[in-house]
């Protein structure tokens, strides 16, 4: 059958599954809104793992627009994520072996 092993194949999928998770635990990045006023730290698993708000920010009283900063901060932290991980991701599946991919 042209050597294509499947025991192999599935040894190494689950030693790039656990590669994965450990590359998911170690990601962390940072995004921010507002000219840095706003800024999130997410890591691979899309744990948000900080918050930091300018003082100034709450001061201003605007509520809205510290809100908008704060989504903006956090969806930018999740396409970061994003990003990576499908780096991540293409340059495991490339290792396999597996025609086409």
């Given at each position: ?11 190494k ?6 590669s994965?998770?450990?590359k ?9 809104a ?5 800024t999130?730290?997410?890591?691979g698993?899309?744990q948000?793992?900080s918050l930091k ?5 709450v001061?201003s ?8 900063l704060?989504?903006?901060?956090i ?5 970061k ?13 490339g ?5 086409g991919?």
């Amino acid at each position: 059958m042209g050597g294509f092993n499947l025991q192999d194949l599935m040894s190494k999928a689950r030693a790039q599954y656990e590669s994965l998770q450990k590359k998911m635990q170690e990601t962390v990045v940072e995004a921010s809104a507002g000219g840095g006023t706003v800024t999130a730290k997410m890591d691979g698993r899309k744990q948000l793992l900080s918050l930091k708000i300018d003082p100034e920010a709450v001061k201003s009283g605007d509520v809205e627009m510290l809100q908008d900063l704060i989504l903006a901060a956090i969806n930018e932290a999740s396409r970061k994520v994003d990003g990576q991980m499908q780096s991540t991701v293409g340059g495991m599946l490339g290792g396999l072996g597996i025609p086409g991919i």
